[in-house]
C-alpha cells in the first residue's frame, strides 16, 4: 500500500485536526448512522463545522435523543435494509430539500447471524452495500443539484483476495458471517468506484474509506471469547494497546474525504488515515464493479445514474462465476 503525498494527516488526526479551518455553513450532509460510534462523532463535528445534518436512522426516537444536544440536526427514518423504508425517506428528502452536497454512507452492521431481509436478502449486502446503492440513487436529483457533491461510503480494511460471491451473492448456502461482512465492505468500494465514473459529469465525486480499528457498538454480534481469540481484548474486557484509535480519529477519514479541498477533481479513490491509497489501484477491478452495479441495479429496480434509466438485465458471465468467499481473510475481522 503505497500512501500518496495527498494529505496533510494520518492516523492520529481527528475529526477536528481535519475541519480546522473548513467552513460547512449553507452545505447539505446526509450521514447514515450519524447517531452511533463512527457517524455520531461525524455528525457531531460537521454540524460544529455549520453543517446541516440529516440523519436517517431506523431508530428515530434513540437518534433524536443522542443527537438532541446538536443544532442543525434532523433525524427521519430510515431502514436501509427495507427497500419501501429507503424510498420513502429519499422521496421525502428530495421534496423537503434544494440539494444535499455530501452524503456519508455510513451506516453497517456486521458478523450477524444468518438473517434474512426484503425479499430474502441477505442482511449485511442488503445494509451495508443495497441500502446506500439505493439510497444514493434516489438522491440523485439532490446530488447533482449541488452543483458538486461527494459521496462517502465507509467500507472497511481492504483485503485484495476478498471476493464477490457471483454464483450466490445473498449467501443462500454455506453461510459464513465473517465472508458476508467481507463480502459487503468490497461492494462498498466497488460501488464507489463505479458510481465516481458514473457520477462525475454530473458533478458527484465518490470515495470509499477503511476507518481502522475502533471499538463502537459495532461489536454487538460478537462474543467475548471471539473478541478475546482474535487479539483485540483481553480477558477482562480491556483493549489491545495500541490496537484500536478512538471514534473521533476512526471518523477522520470519512469526514477528511467529504470535505477536504486536496481531493478536489479527484474521486473513485480508497483512503486509509486520511491519505488517498494508490496502491491497491490496479486491484479494485473496474469490470467487477460495473457488474456490481448492474446486479444492484437489477435487485432493487433503481438505476438512476445511467442515461439509460432501464434497468438492465443481469446474466452471470463466467468470468464472475468463481468467487471464493472462503479466500476471505477472517483475521482482518473489521
Ligand atoms: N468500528 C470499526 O472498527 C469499523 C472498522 C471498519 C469499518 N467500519 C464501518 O464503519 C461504519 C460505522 O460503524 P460503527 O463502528 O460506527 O458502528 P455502530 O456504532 O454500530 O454504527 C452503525 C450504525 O448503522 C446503523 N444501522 C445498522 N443497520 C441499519 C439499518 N438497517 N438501517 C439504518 N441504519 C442502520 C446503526 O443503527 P442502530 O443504532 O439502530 O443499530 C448505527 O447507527 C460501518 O459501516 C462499519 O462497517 C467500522
Given at each position: 500500500m503505497t500512501p500518496t503525498s495527498r494529505t496533510t494527516f494520518g492516523a492520529h488526526s481527528t475529526v477536528a485536526d481535519v475541519l480546522a479551518g473548513i467552513d460547512l455553513t449553507g452545505k447539505t450532509v446526509i450521514v447514515t448512522g450519524g447517531h452511533s460510534g463512527l457517524g455520531l462523532s461525524t455528525t457531531r463535528a460537521l454540524a460544529g463545522a455549520g453543517a446541516r445534518v440529516v440523519v436517517p436512522a431506523r431508530r428515530v426516537d434513540a437518534a433524536r435523543q443522542t443527537l438532541?444536544?446538536?443544532?442543525?440536526v434532523e433525524v427521519d427514518f430510515c431502514d436501509l435494509a427495507e427497500r419501501g423504508s429507503v424510498r420513502a425517506f429519499a422521496d421525502q428528502f428530495v421534496g423537503t430539500h434544494d440539494a444535499v452536497d455530501i452524503v456519508i454512507a455510513n451506516a453497517g452492521i456486521m458478523a450477524c447471524p444468518e438473517t434474512r431481509v426484503g425479499p430474502g436478502w441477505e442482511a449485511q449486502f442488503a445494509t451495508n452495500h443495497l441500502g446506500h446503492y439505493a439510497l444514493v440513487n434516489l438522491l440523485r436529483p439532490a446530488l447533482v443539484s449541488s452543483g458538486r457533491a461527494r459521496v462517502v461510503v465507509v467500507a472497511s480494511g481492504y483485503n485484495p483476495a476478498s471476493r464477490i460471491r457471483w454464483d450466490d451473492v445473498q449467501f443462500t448456502r454455506e453461510y459464513d458471517k465473517w465472508a458476508a461482512y467481507a463480502q459487503s465492505k468490497l461492494a462498498n468500494v466497488l460501488f464507489a468506484r463505479h458510481l465516481d465514473v458514473l457520477g462525475r459529469s454530473v458533478g458527484v465525486r465518490a470515495f470509499a474509506i477503511s476507518p481502522g480499528y475502533i471499538l463502537t457498538p459495532l461489536q454487538r454480534h460478537l462474543a467475548t471469547e471471539e473478541m478475546v481469540a482474535a487479539g483485540w481484548i483481553d480477558v477482562d474486557g480491556t483493549p489491545t494497546a495500541g490496537l484500536f484509535e478512538t471514534r473521533e480519529q476512526g471518523a477522520a477519514t470519512q469526514v477528511w474525504a467529504a470535505t477536504s479541498p486536496q481531493l478536489d477533481e479527484c474521486g473513485g479513490r480508497y483512503c486509509v488515515d486520511c491519505t488517498v491509497v494508490d496502491g491497491f489501484a490496479g486491484t479494485i477491478d473496474d469490470e467487477e464493479a460495473a457488474h456490481l452495479w448492474r446486479l444492484s441495479a437489477e435487485l432493487t429496480g433503481i438505476d438512476n445514474f445511467n442515461s439509460d434509466s432501464s434497468v438492465p438485465t443481469v446474466s452471470l458471465p463466467h468470468e464472475f462465476g468463481g468467487g471464493d468467499a472462503a479466500a476471505v481473510d477472517k483475521g482482518r475481522g473489521q
Open positions: 438532541s444536544d446538536l443544532d442543525g
